[in-house]
């Protein structure tokens, strides 16, 4: 799997570009937040990937924040939700935005995305509901919702994944100085925190 890209920006036509790496070019599909943010042609370009594998093609998705790729795989994961309409969820609105929407059951809010019926937006709200509070609590232990791949995040979602609770996480996290340390050691200085 390709999960980034780091190359030159070699053309953009929304919602496609191209990114050339090692002489190599990319296609790449983009919602509009991710490519109204890409620098000129020719420039330096970091984006993080989602491949999709079928049967008839394999399609790479770009997006300029790991927030914007969390919800995009997390939307694929809804019926009736593929890519295309991933895209235009997150060309529609911030990631902040639909994460609010769906807490509040904001399904009129939903329906203005193309694409999506009222059925669709009733779905979306029912099925995503978990899945942004799970968000939500990630993003309010680890301060940022742009955290990637850090030792401190990675950390994060192994102790929730264990059954912490997201305060509970905060709280033995602030303990311990994470800074230089792996997500191992993190987590077995936090649960030793937990045994004394």
Same mark, same amino acid.
């Given at each position: 799997?390709?999960?980034?890209?780091?190359? =030159?920006? $070699? &053309?953009? %036509?929304?919602?496609? /570009?191209? @990114?050339?790496?090692?002489?190599?070019?990319?296609?790449?599909?983009?919602?509009?937040? +991710?490519?109204?943010?890409?620098? &000129?042609?020719?420039?330096?370009?970091? /984006?993080? +990937?989602?491949?999709?594998? =079928?049967?008839?093609?394999?399609?790479?998705?770009?997006?300029?924040?790991?927030?914007? *790729?969390?919800?995009? =795989?997390?939307?694929?994961?809804?019926?009736?939700?593929? &890519?295309?309409? !991933?895209?235009?969820?997150?060309?529609?609105?911030?990631?902040?935005?639909?994460?609010? #929407?769906? *807490?509040?059951?904001?399904?009129?809010?939903?329906?203005?995305?193309? !694409?999506?019926?009222?059925?669709? $937006?009733?779905?979306?709200?029912?099925?995503?509901?978990?899945?942004?509070?799970?968000?939500?609590?990630?993003?309010? @232990?680890?301060?940022?919702? *742009?955290?990637?791949?850090?030792?401190?995040?990675?950390?994060?979602?192994?102790? /929730?994944?264990?059954? #912490?609770?997201?305060?509970?996480?905060?709280?033995?996290?602030? %303990?311990?100085?994470?800074?230089?340390?792996?997500?191992?050691?993190?987590? *077995?200085?936090?649960?030793? %925190?937990?045994?004394?």
């Amino acid at each position: 799997m390709i999960g980034s890209l780091r190359g =030159r920006l $070699a &053309a953009k %036509q929304a919602p496609g /570009i191209i @990114v050339e790496c090692a002489g190599i070019g990319y296609a790449v599909e983009t919602p509009m937040s +991710t490519f109204l943010e890409l620098p &000129a042609i020719g420039s330096e370009v970091f /984006i993080h +990937t989602h491949m999709l594998v =079928r049967d008839d093609a394999h399609l790479l998705f770009g997006f300029s924040t790991e927030s914007e *790729r969390h919800l995009f =795989r997390s939307l694929l994961k809804v019926s009736g939700v593929g &890519a295309k309409m !991933g895209l235009a969820i997150l060309s529609a609105m911030t990631v902040a935005d639909f994460e609010r #929407y769906v *807490r509040l059951e904001d399904s009129a809010m939903l329906v203005k995305i193309p !694409g999506v019926g009222k059925k669709t $937006a009733d779905r979306l709200i029912i099925e995503m509901r978990d899945k942004v509070d799970k968000a939500s609590a990630h993003i309010a @232990v680890t301060g940022s919702a *742009r955290v990637s791949g850090d030792s401190r995040s990675e950390a994060v979602d192994a102790l /929730i994944s264990l059954g #912490y609770k997201p305060a509970e996480v905060k709280h033995l996290l602030a %303990q311990i100085d994470t800074k230089e340390k792996s997500a191992e050691d993190i987590i *077995r200085l936090a649960l030793r %925190q937990v045994v004394n």
